[in-house]
């Protein structure tokens, strides 16, 4: 980690705690379903259950493991992001003088909802698998088609497919949100005059 950037420390701490998260979570799925798990239900469900906890940790060791080079590709769009704050405030006066930082907020904003993104993302995914197993379970008994026992399971399903696709959507324009929210927040400026 020596001569690394702020952003890229931040960033790789981050993706670590995420990782260790994803793990505990699928430890907690583990423990909440071992019940079903063992005394019975169809195998959709159980295959369901079965290959949620392995998606979370999956991702969990993936996201250790690819930390360093996540953290790369983080730090590079944040000091884009930099590059690009610097350019908007050329020619212009700050109406209060901003105190230095190692780190700034814009890319901790873009880190933070990268890494948001990503949580929101794997977890739904893993909550639409163990969602789309009981709907296979169910299906065989009750009625068939979209009966009122069914609803419920797959309004979980259009939200946990909501959830995956703003976890997405996080993962994917966390960087355009930041330098959006950056403009918004933005101290005004005067403009300086040309000199003579």
Not at 84 to 94: F, L
Not at 181 to 186: F, M, N, S
Request: proline share 6%; glycine share 8%.
């Amino acid at each position: 980690m020596d001569g690394r950037t702020g952003i890229w420390r931040a960033a790789f701490v981050a993706l670590r705690i995420v990782s260790v998260y994803l793990v505990v979570h699928a430890l907690i799925v583990a423990a909440q379903f071992s019940p079903f798990l063992v005394t019975g239900g169809s195998n959709a469900a159980r295959w369901a259950i079965i290959i949620a906890i392995i998606l979370l940790l999956a991702a969990g060791a993936e996201l250790w493991l690819a930390a360093d080079g996540i953290a790369n590709r983080i730090a590079d769009f944040a000091e884009d992001l930099e590059g690009d704050q610097k350019q908007d405030t050329e020619g212009t006066v700050p109406a209060s003088p901003q105190p230095p930082s190692w780190i700034d907020a814009t890319s901790v904003l873009s880190i933070g909802l990268t890494i948001l993104g990503i949580v929101f993302a794997v977890d739904a995914l893993s909550a639409a698998i163990v969602t789309i197993g009981q709907i296979i379970q169910t299906q065989g008994s009750n009625a068939p088609g979209f009966s009122t026992p069914h609803t419920t399971d797959f309004f979980r399903l259009a939200t946990d497919l909501l959830v995956i696709a703003i976890g997405v959507g996080l993962v994917l324009g966390a960087q355009n949100i930041a330098r959006a929210l950056r403009k918004l927040r933005a101290p005004p400026t005067e403009p300086t005059e040309p000199e003579p």
